[in-house]
């Protein structure tokens, strides 16, 4: 697909990736984190996501595509650097 400029209105909210989470960015000022693209962590978060659906997707699609919100981490678990 053809990229568009950075930082456009018509933007897409980020979906949480977890099963039955229905947050979505638009909400409020929760913080979204995107797949790791290091294959190894991205693992572990397809594990604890336990969708089957993402386990054959790169961690360069699930770094694209997908996101977690902030309730799924520990505060001590996110690195803010």
């Not at 294959?39 to 054959?56: G, H, S, T, Y």
């Amino acid at each position: 697909g053809r990229a568009g400029p950075a930082g456009g209105g018509a933007t897409r909210p980020n979906f949480c990736a977890a099963p039955h989470c229905t947050r979505k960015s638009t909400q409020s000022d929760l913080a979204f984190f995107r797949f790791p693209r290091d294959p190894a962590r991205c693992q572990k978060w397809v594990e604890n996501c336990r969708r089957a659906d993402l386990e054959d997707k790169t961690p360069d699609q699930l770094n694209k595509h997908y996101r977690l919100c902030a309730k799924h981490f520990e505060t001590s678990m996110i690195c803010r650097t």
